[in-house]
Antibody, heavy 121, light 110 residues
């Protein structure tokens, strides 16, 4: 069963950084891009960026440019999302997601379970 | 404020047909396909419709999607109590060079 398993919840201080991991079972990293989507409490979904591991280059949403870093390690089938200079507004559930169902990969048919990141002093 | 505009709420009675709209622009819906997600409380979103009107395996045919110009719609027929949850539209935006989501619609089954 192919699935995405994310790292556990984090509590961070304002101004610090966080790194969330997303491990894939199976061979999906070889063929598909990994995206990160976040959801603040009671709010909607927000795409942060994505990476195609076989190419290695990431694409970021303009809002997060300069603060987010998305990487992938094909040897361990694990993707990472790092977010720096955290502020209270970054408190959210962070999801990794993969799109396998279309050539463009932007229809996310597989999701991780989500990682809650709380930013609080 | 989301680039894709959805009504914040919608409602219907069991068995009824309801539609949820998603309005965008030429750089997103007008140029690319639309996907719809269903999100139950406390869970990850689930892909409901992709490429405007296609259903992933396992999604009931009560759910359907359509697109015209810079707008899209999700229709749910034979409304059931378990359909009461949040729905999001999404599309690639050529100007922003990324995926954008609608603000979400909370569906209530009366």
């Amino acid at each position: 069963q192919v699935q995405l398993v994310q790292s556990g919840a984090e509590v961070k201080k304002p101004g610090s950084s966080v790194k969330v991991s997303c491990k894939a079972s199976g061979d999906i990293f070889s063929n598909y891009g990994v995206n990160w989507v976040r959801q603040a409490p009671g709010q909607g979904l927000e795409w942060m960026g994505g990476i195609v591991p076989m190419f290695g280059t990431a694409n970021y949403a303009q809002k997060f440019q300069g603060r987010v870093t998305i990487t992938a390690d094909e040897s361990t089938s694990t993707a990472y999302m790092g977010l720096s200079t955290l502020r209270s507004e970054d408190t959210a559930v962070y999801y990794c997601a993969i799109g396998r169902i279309t050539p463009t990969g932007d229809a996310f048919d597989m999701w991780g379970q989500g990682t809650m990141v709380t930013v609080s002093s | 404020q989301s680039v894709l505009t959805q009504p914040p709420s919608a409602s219907g009675t069991p068995g009824q047909r309801v539609t949820i709209s998603c309005s965008g622009s030429t750089s997103n819906i007008g140029s690319n396909t639309v996907n719809w997600y269903q999100q139950l409380p406390g869970t990850a979103p689930k892909l409901l419709i992709y490429s405007n009107n296609r259903r992933p395996s396992g999604v009931p045919d009560r759910f359907s999607g359509s697109k015209s110009g810079t707008s899209a719609s999700l229709a749910i027929s034979g409304l059931q109590s378990e359909d009461e949850t949040d729905y999001y539209c999404a599309a690639w935006d050529d100007s922003l060079n990324g995926v954008i989501f609608g603000g979400g619609t909370k569906l209530t089954v009366l």
